[in-house]
């Protein structure tokens, strides 16, 4: 699944990263959050996959053995390596060493520590219409928030283009489908996410 560094971290993200020990991307299912990760690390431990997850639980620390920095994707199915991150990082706060990633909840009860001041969180949602390589943006919000932004511009977009792109989604693996195939994986989507109030028709022709 495709995504761009803008669009599935926000603009802090690689700023923060190399000072800080571990971040978890949060989010919905297919923003993007696995493939943005697998950018920056060396290897991913992906604990969907059996083979990959029983060694990890008999044995959450040997998360600790991978080389660094490294992702643990979808760390829920193991939530108990949460806390052993966390301590690690309470050991070691160099920068840079671990991102978590995943769109399920873990079970109450299976972690013991918060992650705060420990582990960092980020949101992740889909891409905007500038993430989408569509139009520049021409004022920033770091901009606005420092009093530099010259608020002008234009944009090449009509109202049918946004309609256009609202159908398309801002989901990096489905909006390059057309017609029946995009159709058929929002639809889908809206389901397994008991998403079922989503009127049908934004969801395509």
Known sequence: MGGSLTQAIP???????????????????????????EQRVVGPAKLDSKAVRAPVVADPESILRR???????????VPEVWDVVQRA????????????????SPQDGTIQHSGAGWIGRL???????????LVEPTVGLSQLL?????????????????????????????????????????????RSDGLGVLPLALLGP
Do not use: C, H, N
């Not at 690689?14 to 696995?34: H, I, N, R, S, Y």
């Not at 309470?90 to 978590?100: A, K, M, R, T, Y």
């Open 123 to 133: 949101r992740m949602r889909s891409m905007t219409i500038p993430e989408r390589g």
């Open 146 to 190: 420092r009093g530099r932004a010259d608020i002008q511009g234009e944009s090449p977009m009509a109202l049918p283009d946004y309609v256009d792109e609202i159908v398309a989604s801002g989901f990096p693996g489905m909006r390059g489908l057309s017609g029946r195939a995009r159709r058929f994986q929002l639809d889908a989507y809206r």
């Open 11 to 37: 603009d802090s993200g690689d700023e923060l990263f190399p000072v800080v020990g571990a971040l978890a991307l949060d989010g919905a299912k297919a923003v993007g959050k696995t493939t943005t990760a």
């Open 67 to 77: 080389a660094r920095p490294q992702l643990i994707d979808e760390w829920q199915q």
């Open 89 to 104: 990082v309470d050991d070691d706060s160099s920068g840079g060493q671990f991102l978590l990633a995943g769109s399920a």
